[in-house]
C-alpha cells in the first residue's frame, strides 16, 4: 500500500520496504505512542499512520511527544472514517504532545477538527535559484521526466549567464571573515545539540539517539549525497551547521540548518555557496521562525508545501508551542527517516 499510495509502485522491490517498516515503523516499544493500522471488516489493512516517539525539551523541562506522518487509506470511498480514526487513536496515545510536519490539506483539516493547529511560520518551505536555465529544466523534469534531455542545453545557457556576469542569483564570495568546512559525523553529533539550545523548544537529542537518527539519514538515494558542513567564527568558534541532499544539475534539499541567532544569514550564505560549487541548479528547504528573515532578505521564495500541525489535551501547552521558537522539523520531526527519500532498491 505505501508503495503505490507514495513511492508510485505497483509492489516494493525486494524485502528491503517490508524490513523497514518491521524495525522502525511498527516496532515500538512499551509505553510509547506507536503506528496503527486500520483493518477492514475482512481483516485486510486498508489504513495506516506512522508514528515516531519524540522527546522534547522546553525551558528546561521534558515534555514526551510524538510525529506522526505517511498517513494514508487505501480505498477512500469504502471507508471514508478510516483516516480519522487513525488520526484520533494516535491522538489517544500516551504523548503530551502530538504533531506532524508532512500534512497536507485533507491531514490539516481533521487535526483541526480534533483540536489541533496549523503553526503559520512552519508551514512554509523556501526555494533559492542559483541557476536559472538548469532550475527551470529540473522542475519541469519532476512532471514530465523526458525534459531531463534538456538538461545539457540548460547547462550551457547557464555558462554564458555566468561568463557574461548576468547571473543574480549566484552567492557573492564571502566577506563576513566566517569559516566553513565539511565535518565529520562525529562532529556534526556534537554540533547540532549546542546549537539547538538557541530555541525555546527543541528535541532532547538522546530520545531518540541522534547518532540512530543520521545513520537513517544518510540512505536518501532519490536526493543525492548527504554533506554536513559547519561554520565557524574568525575566532574557530562554531555558530552554524547544514546537513543537506545534492547532485549536479539537480535542486538540493536540505534537512537541517541551525545557527546562532547573529549567523543565521552567514550559515545560509555558505550554504549557498556550497551548493553552486557542487554544480546545483537551486536550493529548497523547510522554513522556520529563526530561518524566515535571512532567507526573504536572500531573495529566498517562500511557499506553503506541507503543514506542521500540533495537538495537546493541555491546552496550555498548545499556547506554549505556538508561542514559542520551536525546532519541530527535519531530524527534530519526521523528515529523517527513509520513507522520505529512500528508494529501498
Partial sequence: MFARVFMKRRAPSGSRLADYFDDVVLGGTNGEPSSRVFVDGKGVVRGFIGVWP?????????IEAAAAGSLMVDRPEEHPTAGARLLR??????QALSFSETANEVSQRMWEKVGG??????SLDW??????????????????????VLRPAAAGVDRLIEAAGANRFLPSADTSGMRDADVTTAEILELIPA???????HPDWRSPALPTLLAHAEHKERYGTLYRRAVCS?????????????????TARVLQVLALP?????????LFRHAAGLGCVGVRGRADPGLLDALVSRRCVLYHGAAMVVHARDKSLLEEVRSSRAL??????????????GEFA
Fill in 195 to 201: 546549537l539547538s539550545g538557541s530555541y525555546t523548544l
Fill in 127 to 148: 526555494l533559492r535559484v542559483l541557476r536559472p536555465a538548469g532550475f527551470a529544466v529540473a522542475a519541469a523534469g519532476q512532471a514530465f521526466r523526458p525534459a531531463w
Fill in 54 to 62: 519524540r522527546r522534547m525539551v522546553m525551558h528546561g523541562r521534558t
Fill in 234 to 250: 574568525r575566532g574557530g568558534v562554531p555558530v552554524g551547521c547544514y546537513l543537506y541532499y545534492a547532485r549536479r544539475g539537480d
Fill in 89 to 94: 487513536a494516535f491522538l489517544a496515545g500516551p
Fill in 262 to 270: 547573529n549567523a543565521v544569514g552567514s550559515t545560509l550564505d555558505s
Fill in 328 to 341: 519541530m522539523t527535519g531530524l527534530a520531526g519526521e523528515s529523517w527517516n527513509r520513507l522520505i527519500g
Fill in 117 to 122: 493547529e496549523r503553526l503559520a511560520t512552519a
